[in-house]
C-alpha cells in the first residue's frame, strides 16, 4: 500500500452509526473561534450521499430554519465530526432527495419507516 492509503485507512470512524438517505440525524459538529472549541448541533434530513465508505465519502444534511432551508456537507470520517446520532429512520425510494428543495411545509416530510412488531416463534 501507498502512504495516501495507509493513512487513509488509519483515519477512518468505525464508531459511525448506520444511516441513510431519508432519515433525520443530529449532526455534532466541532466548531473552533479563536481558542476556544465548541460543539454545535445541526439536526435535519440526511439528503444524499456520496463516495460510499471510502475516506473522502461525505453526506448532506438539510434542515429548515426560520422558513429558509438551509444544507451542510459533512465528511463521513472527519475528526470534526463529533458523533452522528439517528433521530428517525425515513422510507424513501430516491437515493437523492433533492427534490425537497423546491418543497415546504407538509410537503417536505419524509415518511417514517414501519417497525414490525410482530415476533415470530420458532
Known amino acids: 500500500m501507498n502512504l495516501v492509503q495507509e493513512l487513509s485507512n488509519k483515519q477512518m470512524r468505525t ?10 440525524v443530529r449532526v455534532h459538529f466541532r466548531i473552533v473561534e479563536g481558542d476556544k472549541e465548541r460543539i454545535q448541533v445541526f439536526e435535519g434530513i440526511c439528503i444524499s450521499r456520496k463516495g460510499g465508505e471510502t475516506p ?13 432551508g438551509v ?8 475528526p470534526r465530526v463529533a ?6 429512520e425515513g422510507q424513501v425510494r430516491r437515493a437523492k432527495l433533492y427534490y425537497l428543495r423546491d418543497r415546504s411545509g407538509k410537503a417536505a416530510r419524509v415518511k417514517a419507516k414501519q417497525r414490525s412488531t410482530k415476533t415470530e416463534k420458532a
Open 15 to 24: 464508531d459511525m452509526p448506520k444511516f441513510e438517505i431519508g432519515d433525520t
Open 56 to 68: 473522502n465519502a461525505t453526506f448532506t444534511v438539510r434542515r429548515v430554519a426560520h422558513n429558509e
Open 71 to 78: 444544507e451542510r456537507v459533512f465528511p463521513l470520517h472527519s
Open 83 to 88: 458523533k452522528v446520532e439517528v433521530v428517525r
